[in-house]
């Protein structure tokens, strides 16, 4: 098997201002792409898990099962894409986005997180090992990362 991974975040904004005699406008493009090749070395990954979960839930990344039925753990984490898909005050906790603290975001029905690291995250037991999501709702999860 082989992972490939892309994601495009495409902003474009316009906003104005009209005043006596002309309208400013102030716009704005962000294009931003990020991608992993199949690996294991630096910008790769080897696995991929993805589900549609219920909140309260902890997420033990290193006690997962993939696609086919295979059972995984994550070494490292890439990537991590979730989209609250119903409910609302949705809490997604994981200490490993930024060192050292708990990143805690809240998210609403229709609202999304999408995290990329410029190196991955390692996992190790008692350590960046548990996505944690608190409230009430349904939540469309994504996350890229090395198998061990």
């Not at 994981?94 to 805690?104: A, D, V, Y």
Request: hydrophobic letters at 40%; proline letters at 4%.
């Amino acid at each position: 098997m082989a992972l490939t991974t892309r994601a495009n975040l495409d902003v474009r904004t316009v906003n104005t201002n009209p005043l006596d005699l002309r309208t400013p406008r102030d716009k704005l493009r962000l294009d931003w792409r990020y991608s992993t090749s199949d690996g294991t070395g630096p910008g790769q990954a080897d696995a991929i898990w993805h589900d549609s979960v219920t909140a309260p839930i902890d997420i033990d990344v290193l006690s997962l099962t993939d696609a086919w039925g295979v059972p995984f753990s994550f070494a490292q984490i890439t990537a991590i894409s979730c989209e609250c898909t119903s409910g609302a005050g949705l809490n997604i906790d994981w200490n490993g986005i930024m060192s050292g603290s708990i990143l805690t975001a809240p998210l609403w029905s229709g609202g999304a997180l999408h995290w990329t690291g410029a190196s991955a995250v390692n996992v190790n037991v008692g350590d960046y090992d548990t996505i944690s999501i608190g409230g009430a709702g349904t939540l469309s999860i994504i996350i890229v990362g090395v198998k061990v």
